[in-house]
């Protein structure tokens, strides 16, 4: 394939660039040359120019970003998310290639795209006020003095060249681009709602008559009653006695009393000692199994990281800044284990006063509960009076609404019988006018069937003189046009520049960087390398000074641990409260209060037992 054109050249950076938005820099060459395999692009000049372009695109892609997103938003035209690949590359250009490349060149790839969209975009970038803008904007994401010496002059000196290239741009739009006026906003109107008319209640058909209200299943039809549940529960008791009666004379066993089959101690004895030597002689095949590391019976050290090295090492100086202070008051004359000892002393008898308050909260608890059940059967007896009285009421009630019920009944059968007349002259009314509507679109229908024929006939006419235009259009396009090019690698582009070179010169020197960059990165590495080492030496000699500052901690706290469990076991034995006592003797009276009114209620249960059971 021969040298492309500029067209194609900037249709193939918008679609490597619009394929590939957030490739990494490490795949750019990988990509590009599966790129140009698939596309068929050999030529080394077309080649390199879609490498710089994807590749300053890829490098400075969050300076194009915001540009391109700055123009978005004060565009007046509508602008695709589908065209960011676009404007993209033609930023880059303007704002990197521009000045390297010449005005020349830049206006003709700039002319291959569309006109409209390359107008806004240069447009754009060549306002004076957009520059300023875009400065304060590109200044939030790189350094100010790269901003100004690398994008701002450069943008500044090609203005003129944009300018004119903006203008040529304009008289290729012609007197039909115009610039977007905003509409009005939209005001909002309330809806012309015509109101529906109210919708007719059906009465109830006279014959319906309500379903009686069915009676509840009685809560014992699915419950076991309670003398069953007691004779249970005893059952369970008795079973349980039993079971712990007789396995007292299996576990204590006389020493000269033996079972049948059982043999004594000295007979077992010696049966294993036979067995063990009978075994010892057979050569079994020993299980291949790994003995547990020597590692497992030690103490394992714990390997600290650097926060947790350096948290230890800040603990250590506080605890020996303590000690210090201690030793001082000892040389001052003042014993701070005395405080000590009135220190336990007094949380020992805080323990005791919380403990006797618990006690105490849960006697009043327990006794509450006793007399909550006393005042629940009162409750109940009241309800059911209540509620005797409350049937007679609502026997009264409902014949009353029987009554009401039948009235109503009749009112609204008559009712029913006027809307279904009413109905009846509405459907023939309804019926006439759907004839007539019928007939009107009739008429309409062969009326757009004549218009659709006559479309029909014109529609083909100017197919016909389309395609007659599309065949002389083909064979002009048939007459073969001679466009190889001959490049030679190590020459200059030729535009006079003191700055240009060869491709050949250029390769050299991008080679000559690399190999500069690789060297930096050895050395920065060494010194990365030599700083960890020297941290590491430290971290370690702390390590040592915490290990040794532990098994001094592990050591004293073993012995304060004993003094204080024989601190605790002579305190242990505390006087009864009598307080306590006189709630405790409460609590026995609301109990056999309690256990008194149970057994009233289970002897008058007794009676209803039977009724239950026949319902069931």
Same mark, same amino acid.
């Given at each position: 394939?021969?040298?492309?054109?500029?067209?194609?050249?900037?249709?193939?950076?918008?679609?490597?660039?619009?394929?590939?938005?957030?490739?990494?820099?490490?795949?750019?060459?990988?990509?590009?040359?599966?790129?140009?395999?698939?596309?068929?692009?050999?030529?080394?000049?077309?080649?390199?120019?879609?490498?710089?372009?994807?590749?300053?695109?890829?490098?400075?892609?969050?300076?194009?970003?915001?540009?391109?997103?700055?123009?978005?938003?004060? +565009? +007046?035209?509508?602008?695709?998310?589908?065209?960011?690949?676009?404007?993209?590359?033609?930023?880059?250009?303007?704002?990197? /290639?521009?000045?390297?490349?010449?005005?020349?060149?830049?206006?003709?790839?700039?002319?291959?795209?569309?006109?409209?969209?390359?107008?806004?975009?240069?447009?754009?970038?060549?306002?004076?006020?957009?520059?300023?803008?875009?400065?304060?904007?590109? +200044?939030?994401?790189?350094?100010?003095?790269?901003?100004?010496?690398?994008?701002?002059?450069?943008? =500044?000196?090609?203005?003129?060249?944009?300018?004119?290239?903006?203008?040529?741009?304009?008289?290729?739009?012609?007197? =039909?681009?115009?610039?977007?006026?905003?509409?009005?906003?939209?005001?909002?109107?309330?809806?012309?709602?015509?109101?529906?008319?109210?919708?007719?209640?059906?009465?109830?058909?006279? $014959?319906?008559? #309500?379903?009686?209200?069915?009676?509840?299943?009685?809560?014992?039809?699915?419950?076991?009653?309670?003398?069953?549940?007691?004779?249970?529960?005893?059952?369970? =008791? *008795?079973?349980?006695?039993r079971? %712990? /009666?007789?396995?007292?004379? &299996?576990?204590?066993?006389?020493?000269?009393?033996?079972?049948?089959?059982?043999?004594?101690?000295?007979?077992?004895?010696?049966?294993?000692?036979?067995?063990?030597?009978?075994?010892?002689?057979?050569?079994? /095949? $020993?299980?291949?199994?790994?003995?547990?590391?020597?590692?497992?019976?030690?103490?394992v050290?714990?390997?600290? *990281?650097?926060?947790?090295?350096?948290?230890?090492?800040?603990?250590?100086?506080k605890?020996?800044?303590?000690?210090?202070?201690?030793?001082?008051?000892?040389?001052?004359?003042?014993?701070?284990?005395?405080?000590?000892?009135?220190?336990?002393e007094?949380?020992?008898?805080?323990? &005791?006063?919380?403990? &006797?308050?618990v006690?105490?909260?849960?006697?009043?608890?327990?006794?509450?509960?006793?007399?909550?059940?006393?005042?629940?059967?009162?409750?109940?007896?009241?309800?059911?009076a209540?509620?005797?009285?409350?049937?007679?009421? #609502?026997?009264?009630?409902?014949?009353?609404?029987?009554?009401?019920?039948?009235?109503?009944?009749?009112?609204?059968?008559?009712?029913?019988?006027?809307g279904?007349?009413?109905?009846?002259?509405?459907?023939?009314r309804?019926?006439?006018?759907?004839?007539?509507?019928?007939?009107?679109?009739?008429?309409?229908?062969?009326? *757009?069937? #004549?218009?659709?024929?006559?479309?029909?006939?014109?529609?083909?006419?100017?197919?016909?003189?389309?395609?007659?235009?599309i065949?002389?259009?083909?064979?002009?396009?048939?007459?073969?046009?001679?466009?190889?090019k001959?490049?030679?690698?190590?020459?200059?582009?030729?535009?006079?520049?003191?700055?240009?070179?060869?491709?050949?010169?250029?390769?050299?020197?991008?080679?000559?960087?690399? /190999?500069k960059?690789?060297e930096?990165?050895?050395?920065?590495?060494?010194?990365?390398?030599?700083?960890?080492?020297?941290?590491?030496?430290?971290?370690?000699?702390?390590?040592?000074?915490?290990?040794?500052?532990?098994?001094?901690?592990?050591?004293?706290?073993?012995?304060?641990?004993?003094?204080?469990?024989?601190?605790?076991?002579?305190g242990?034995?505390?006087?009864? *409260?009598p307080?306590?006592?006189?709630?405790?003797?409460?609590?026995?009276?609301?109990?056999?209060?309690?256990?008194?009114?149970?057994?009233?209620?289970?002897?008058?249960? %007794?009676?209803?037992?039977?009724?239950?059971?026949?319902?069931?």
């Amino acid at each position: 394939m021969g040298r492309l054109s500029n067209k194609q050249l900037m249709d193939h950076s918008v679609q490597l660039l619009a394929s590939h938005p957030r490739a990494q820099d490490a795949v750019i060459d990988a990509l590009l040359q599966s790129y140009c395999t698939a596309a068929n692009i050999n030529t080394s000049s077309d080649q390199a120019f879609l490498a710089d372009v994807f590749e300053g695109c890829i490098q400075n892609r969050k300076l194009l970003a915001a540009t391109v997103d700055a123009y978005y938003g004060s +565009s +007046s035209t509508t602008c695709f998310k589908s065209d960011k690949p676009q404007y993209t590359v033609l930023a880059f250009l303007a704002l990197f /290639r521009l000045s390297s490349m010449g005005a020349p060149q830049f206006g003709r790839l700039v002319k291959t795209q569309d006109t409209a969209k390359a107008h806004g975009v240069l447009g754009f970038l060549a306002d004076q006020e957009v520059q300023e803008d875009l400065q304060t904007l590109w +200044s939030s994401l790189y350094e100010p003095s790269f901003v100004k010496e690398t994008l701002v002059k450069p943008l =500044q000196a090609g203005t003129r060249a944009l300018k004119d290239l903006v203008e040529t741009l304009q008289v290729r739009l012609g007197p =039909q681009a115009r610039v977007a006026t905003p509409k009005k906003p939209t005001k909002p109107v309330p809806f012309s709602l015509t109101q529906a008319a109210p919708r007719t209640v059906r009465a109830p058909s006279p $014959e319906l008559e #309500a379903a009686p209200k069915h009676t509840k299943v009685p809560a014992t039809t699915y419950t076991l009653p309670i003398e069953q549940e007691a004779l249970r529960r005893k059952k369970e =008791q *008795n079973r349980r006695l039993r079971e %712990k /009666r007789l396995s007292v004379p &299996e576990d204590q066993q006389f020493s000269c009393a033996l079972r049948a089959g059982q043999k004594s101690l000295k007979a077992t004895s010696k049966k294993n000692e036979i067995l063990a030597a009978r075994e010892s002689a057979y050569q079994y /095949r $020993e299980p291949s199994v790994k003995p547990v590391p020597a590692s497992t019976h030690s103490a394992v050290p714990i390997k600290l *990281n650097a926060a947790a090295i350096l948290r230890e090492e800040r603990l250590l100086q506080k605890q020996m800044e303590q000690e210090a202070k201690s030793l001082a008051a000892l040389e001052a004359g003042v014993d701070p284990s005395a405080f000590h000892e009135w220190q336990i002393e007094q949380h020992q008898r805080a323990e &005791e006063e919380r403990l &006797e308050e618990v006690e105490r909260k849960h006697l009043l608890g327990l006794i509450t509960r006793e007399e909550a059940i006393l005042a629940k059967a009162q409750v109940h007896q009241e309800k059911q009076a209540q509620a005797a009285d409350v049937k007679q009421e #609502a026997a009264r009630l409902l014949a009353a609404y029987k009554a009401e019920k039948a009235q109503a009944a009749e009112a609204n059968r008559l009712a029913v019988e006027a809307g279904a007349q009413q109905q009846q002259r509405v459907r023939e009314r309804v019926e006439a006018v759907a004839e007539a509507n019928a007939k009107a679109k009739q008429e309409l229908v062969d009326h *757009n069937r #004549a218009l659709r024929a006559t479309a029909d006939a014109e529609m083909r006419k100017e197919q016909e003189r389309k395609m007659e235009l599309i065949r002389q259009i083909r064979v002009l396009e048939s007459v073969p046009v001679d466009r190889t090019k001959i490049v030679d690698l190590s020459e200059t582009s030729g535009f006079g520049f003191m700055s240009e070179m060869s491709y050949v010169e250029l390769q050299e020197r991008l080679n000559h960087l690399k /190999r500069k960059d690789v060297e930096v990165r050895e050395q920065r590495r060494a010194r990365i390398n030599k700083a960890k080492a020297s941290k590491q030496e430290q971290l370690n000699q702390k390590l040592q000074l915490i290990s040794l500052d532990r098994a001094e901690r592990q050591t004293s706290r073993a012995a304060k641990t004993s003094k204080r469990a024989s601190a605790t076991q002579r305190g242990s034995m505390k006087a009864s *409260n009598p307080k306590l006592d006189q709630l405790r003797e409460q609590l026995t009276a609301r109990r056999e209060q309690t256990g008194k009114l149970k057994t009233g209620t289970s002897g008058s249960r %007794k009676g209803a037992a039977p009724v239950a059971g026949r319902v069931r």
